[in-house]
């Protein structure tokens, strides 16, 4: 079964140093990739998505991520977050077999918080 | 931008009560989907609806879960029995064709008491 891991459950940093958040998958065939953002009381909103091309995706409010099919890797980077950047973030992965009706498979989240 | 609704944003509900969570997609959206997110736990799938059919469910998806588009315009998720175990943020998610462009509603906040 694919799963998706986030190795990170909190991390804290302070106002304008640089973020990284891991994600893993373990689908060896193509898959779509997606990060959202869960701000406190506020439903998922995406952030960016991986579907094909370019490895390197840039997304909204300063973040990318980059996508390392050699390490099924698909890591959330932002070079200096703020204290609104506070929120919790999810890695999710679609995969791409034709049985699937797009359901995404999600880790269990990285809490991020920002200390001003 | 268009938006998925959710309604109630939070229900309260007696362990063995039906609860109806319900759902108005993006108009022009053709899949759907619930999602749950249990205290602390990650995101799961439940369902995917496509052409007035499930057209995927999720192990979590028993007998006790059931959804529906009585309208052109309402998607709900009915759960007949609650469990204290049901008590979840449920999340509603259209798309306009299969697993692309998902845009999420804000959730219902089921508590099972």
């Known amino acids: 079964a694919q799963s998706v891991s986030q190795h990170n459950h909190h991390v804290i940093l302070s106002e304008a140093a640089s973020l990284e958040l891991g994600c893993n998958y373990s689908y060896g065939g193509t898959v779509n990739l997606f990060w959202y953002v869960q701000y406190p009381g506020q439903h998922l909103q995406l952030l960016l998505k991986y579907f094909s091309g370019d490895p390197l995706v840039k997304g909204i409010k300063g973040f990318e991520a980059e996508f390392i099919k050699s390490k099924f890797s698909f890591n959330l980077r932002k070079p200096s977050v703020q204290w609104s950047d506070t929120a919790e973030y999810f890695c999710a992965v679609r995969s791409r077999y034709g049985g699937s009706q797009g359901n995404l498979i999600f880790g269990k989240g990285t809490k991020l918080s920002v200390k001003p | 931008e268009p938006e998925v609704t959710q309604t109630p944003s939070h229900q309260v509900t007696q362990m063995g009560q039906e609860v109806i969570l319900r759902c108005v997609p993006i108009s022009n959206h053709l899949y759907f989907y619930w999602y749950r997110q249990i205290l602390g736990q990650k995101v799961e799938f439940l369902v995917s609806?496509?052409?007035?059919?499930?057209?995927?469910k999720s192990e979590i998806f028993d007998d006790q879960f059931s959804v529906e588009r009585p309208d052109g315009s309402n998607f709900t998720l009915k759960i007949r029995s609650t469990k204290l175990e049901d008590s979840a943020m449920y999340f509603c998610a259209s798309s306009p064709d299969r697993g692309n462009g998902y845009t999420f509603g804000s959730g219902t906040r089921l508590t099972v008491v």
């Open positions: 609806f496509y052409n007035n059919e499930i057209s995927e």
